[in-house]
């Protein structure tokens, strides 16, 4: 038996409230659909135009579909999260202190890991090629490869619901020793290393394939100092990811190490050094907030430039901003421990590259409110979230500043002053950015508009609740209440505070509902929103140059380009008509992409049985995870058939068509 | 103006008034004093020092914050009358632009970090508070899930509590036999993380009586909320009278009744001990190192190097 299941007993098998109602809500869910695709015969349908496709737009839609769940699921967390922290004062609360701490957990891991993240590199992959002028992503077959590690990575992080009952209760960065066997012996620090460590080599691979897109695959003529400024974030983002990533996955190695195999590199004793281990999780992990802030960054720009209908104001500004923040976010991430007992001199020197990050930030905002200013702006609701953004960012911001000086931060340091920051910063930054973005790019992607109205409404919604949730937090921070407590004493008088952020929590999901109201209507009203131009916002950049949605091989001629905003500028000189209806231009070539692949899945698979095993210690199940992957990248490297030609007569025929036929068309 | 607008700037109009508000009460706070701010209602010189600081930063912060947020209402208030010609040849005062948006970050920047290099040195934990009086040197022990308080040279520990004079400084040496740990007492000043094996420190002081909360700030397991302890600051007399009656009782914490209350691992109310084994922190700190406690390349190992006044962390 301990052969066949390592540590796996049926006492491991669900048997809590919360494990129960977890498992069972997600095979139900489960059974639901398998019923559904089934009943409606779909599941071939499925197979092939979706889980084995190499088309970065797909892909990029179903990194949105997993964001999403993993929103709800991180949702519900910060939900439960609240309601205990409402009604712990004194003994109270409905949550044992280990369970609250698993909650928390889980949620900051999943928040960062999966939803921001997930939605960040859905959108890096339907936008960036299109906007490069570019049929694909550099490695299509890599680009699966990653998004299944990543959806691998979020199934992973759930398993813990069916097996071992429990989640790591050690904060979203695991620290030692508390994440040392000592400690934590069960399998949630294990669960977390793993669903990291699946997920990350994905986050790694899509970087290094984003980052080559970008350096390789421009349409001719686009210098680098054409790109749009979406393009140059991600960039700066990108670089980020291919230098830092390979840090998280080895400083996760050597933790997994030292659990598996009783190594010493993080214990307190026998010579390892947890200290070691804050310093390498935070050199990727501040960084990591920047790889979630740039890509925003770069959608704000689009939007602000497209919506005042004017070329950016200091476009080489924002592109030394974006690489200046790229570069200082690496040189800072001991703002993270002030408190660890460095000297004056080395804190001083982290205080003040941390304040320099803020000027090139700074220098960002100043330079968009001037191109609105110079422009004639249209406030539709991508801009309000643009607005909403500012507003909250510049806030966040100042409580960063405050942050990185370590005399203040001395006193701000685990404080909810420090959680209120980086609400502020992940919320009102990069999520704004992309419900942003979902409003900007949607009519793109499905060939209709969202519905204005309901999207106003959700973002008033939206910031009046993340104020009523946050502004407590600020002011808790400044009486002294640490983050993370699951009760405190009812004379402490905190509840009253806490229950307003709790409030604040109720009208961010009333913000959400009203969010998914506005997709229902806009589906609903398709007929009325349809926008057959491709470009309903008049843009500036390329992807409003092609059909919405884009056919498969998202352009038919590949544009050339003269000027930076490259399709304002055809459009101004009235190049345009032959670029988009393709009439003028009868000669279509042929056209080469990339086949569907299931490589991807299958090496995913294999890799997630290799977690399965270390977090169970089931040697031959990881024997059999390591050699599958393997052998599917060995028989991948045989097959020479990886690709399809689409003969030019056919695609003469998809662009005369109308939409529906191209997407039906599409292999 | 459309009804959407006015909405909007009412709404920026009130976010500005909320942040003028705040800059405002932060001045005139002293006079205001509510229950429970502890950051603002400093009680000891470093977490004076450290809360000036806070409003200074911040007033500082404001002062372009708030025009950038005035700039922003307006350009959402200002009504468009000519047509922007698509053309675009107007590109006038660009370079004039730049010049000004980098200038205004970088000013405001460079003024904080100036700031912040003389306040980080200025506050530096490790640095002794006052040379005029001698600080009582207390040790930390961060333990699952409580405080440990050894006096050394009174030779007496307590539990969950602290006793000290007023107007003392006070010299924290930290370590922990359990996870990492951080140590803080909001009113007199902030955190500093106690580590297994390795000693670090904070200097603090009250600069009145009173009872001052202290809490673990870094979660470290189940009991992490409840890891909570007090610091009564006690005039001179008081606290003679105080050391004298906890010296008369009879509550020996020696080394095995240490690993019995290490153990142990639950809430613990206060408690006080007359006699403390010998050398007991250091004890405590060996137990984590190989090779009777040294480790090349890194000071804050070495037992002999503990003497009080030389900081034996550093990086
Ligand atoms: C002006 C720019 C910023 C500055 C100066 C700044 C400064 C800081 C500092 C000093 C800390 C550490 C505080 C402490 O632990 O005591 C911190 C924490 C944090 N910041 Fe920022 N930050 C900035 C922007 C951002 C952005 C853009 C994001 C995310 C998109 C972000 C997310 C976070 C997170 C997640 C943490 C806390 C992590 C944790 O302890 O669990 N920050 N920030
Ligand atoms: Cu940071
Ligand atoms: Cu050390």
Known sequence: ?667 | MSKKQKIIILYLVVIDVFLLGLALWFFVWPKIRLVNFALLQPAGEVAIKEYMLFKLVLFLMLVVAIPLFCFAVFILKRRKHEKISLFEKNKSHEGLWQIFVWLVPVILIFSISVINWKSTHDLDPYKPLSLKKEPIVIQVVALNWKWLFIYPNERIATINFLQVPEQTPIEFNLTADAPMNSFWIPRLGGQMYSMAGMTTKLHLQADQKGDFEGFAAEINGRGFADMNFVLHSVSETDYGNWLKNVKSKSLKLTLKEYERLSEEEKKHEPEVFSFVEDSLYEKIMEKFMPDGGYMPGMPSHNVDSLDNNNPSFSY
């Not at chain 1, 004379?491 to 109720?506: E, P, T, Y």
């Not at chain 1, 509902?513 to 997709?519: G, K, L, S, T």
């Open chain 1, 1 to 667: 038996m301990k052969f066949w299941f390592g540590k796996l007993t049926w006492a491991s098998l669900p048997h809590e409230w919360f494990t129960i109602g977890g498992a069972l809500s997600m095979v139900l869910a489960g059974l639901g659909i398998f019923v559904y695709l089934t009943y409606t015969k779909k599941w071939k349908w499925l197979w092939q135009e979706w889980l084995t496709s190499t088309d970065p737009k797909k892909i990029g839609i179903m990194y949105f579909v997993v964001a999403a769940l993993m929103l709800v699921r991180g949702g519900l967390d910060a939900g439960m999260i609240w309601l205990q922290q409402s009604l712990a004062s004194g003994s109270g609360g409905y949550l044992t202190a280990d369970h609250f701490q698993q909650i928390f957990t889980a949620h900051g891991t999943i928040m960062i890991f999966f939803v921001t993240t997930g939605f960040l590199f859905g959108l890096m992959n339907y936008i960036l090629p299109l906007q490069i002028g570019a049929r694909d992503v550099a490695f299509p077959l890599l680009n699966t490869l990653s998004f299944w590690l990543y959806a691998a990575g979020a199934l992973f992080i759930n398993l813990f619901f069916f097996f071992g009952g429990e989640f790591a209760a050690t904060g979203w960065l695991a620290m030692p020793p508390l994440s040392e066997l000592e400690f934590s012996p069960g399998v949630g620090v294990d669960y977390w290393i793993w669903s990291l460590q699946i997920s990350g080599l994905g986050s790694l691979l899509s970087g290094v394939n984003l980052l080559v897109t970008i350096l390789k695959m421009r349409a001719p003529g686009m210098t680098l100092m054409k790109m749009p400024m979406f393009v140059w974030t991600c960039l700066g983002s990108l670089l980020l990811v291919v230098s830092t990533f390979p840090i998280l996955t080895m400083t996760l190695l050597m933790l997994s190490l030292d659990r598996a195999f009783g190594m010493h590199f993080f214990t307190s004793n026998l010579g390892g050094n947890p200290m070691l281990y804050v310093n390498l999780i935070w050199s990727w992990g501040h960084p990591e907030v920047y790889i979630l802030m740039l890509p925003a960054f770069g959608i704000y720009s689009e939007i602000v430039a497209t919506f005042s209908r004017r070329r950016l104001f200091g476009y080489g500004s924002l592109v030394a901003d974006a690489l200046l923040i790229s570069g200082l976010s690496m040189l800072v991430w001991l703002h993270h421990f002030f408190t660890m007992g460095a000297g004056a001199n080395v804190n001083a020197f982290f205080g003040i590259m941390t304040g320099l990050i803020a000027i090139p930030t700074g220098v960002q905002i100043f330079n968009w409110l001037a191109t609105l200013y110079k422009g004639d702006p249209r406030f539709t609701s991508a801009m309000h979230w643009f607005f909403g953004f500012v507003f909250t960012f510049t806030l966040g911001g100042m409580a960063g500043v405050m942050l990185g000086i370590p005399g203040l931060d001395f006193q701000l340091h685990n404080s909810l002053f420090l959680v209120a920051h980086f609400h502020t910063m992940v919320i009102g930054g990069a999520l704004f950015g992309i419900f942003a973005a979902i409003t900007y790019w949607f009519p793109k992607v499905t060939g209709f508009l969202l519905n204005e109205k309901w999207g106003k409404r959700a973002f008033w919604l939206w910031i009046a609740g993340f104020l009523v949730s946050f502004t407590p937090l600020y002011i808790l921070g400044l009486m002294g209440v640490t983050r993370r407590l699951d009760h405190y004493d009812a004379s402490r008088g905190w509840q009253g505070l806490f229950m307003v952020a709790g409030l604040g929590f109720i009208i961010i999901c009333v913000a959400v509902c009203a969010q998914i109201w506005q997709i229902i209507v806009s589906i609903k009203e398709r007929k009325q929103n349809q926008d057959q131009s491709g470009d309903p916002w008049d843009g500036r950049t390329l992807e409003w140059s092609t059909s919405s949605p884009p056919p498969v091989y998202n352009f038919a001629v590949i544009p050339e380009i003269k000027n930076r905003d490259a399709f304002w500028d055809m459009k101004v000189s009235g190049q345009v008509d032959k670029l988009v209806s393709g009439q003028a231009n009868k000669q279509y070539e042929d056209i080469v992409m990339p086949k569907n692949t299931a490589v991807g899945i299958y090496i995913s698979a294999f890799l997630f049985l290799v977690g399965f095993a270390f977090v169970w210690h089931i040697v031959w199940l990881g024997a059999v995870g390591f050699v599958g992957a393997v052998t599917c990248v060995i028989f991948r490297s045989f097959d020479h058939h990886t690709e399809f030609t689409i003969k030019s007569e056919d695609v003469a025929k998809m662009e005369s068509r109308g939409l529906k036929e191209i997407w039906q068309l599409k292999q």
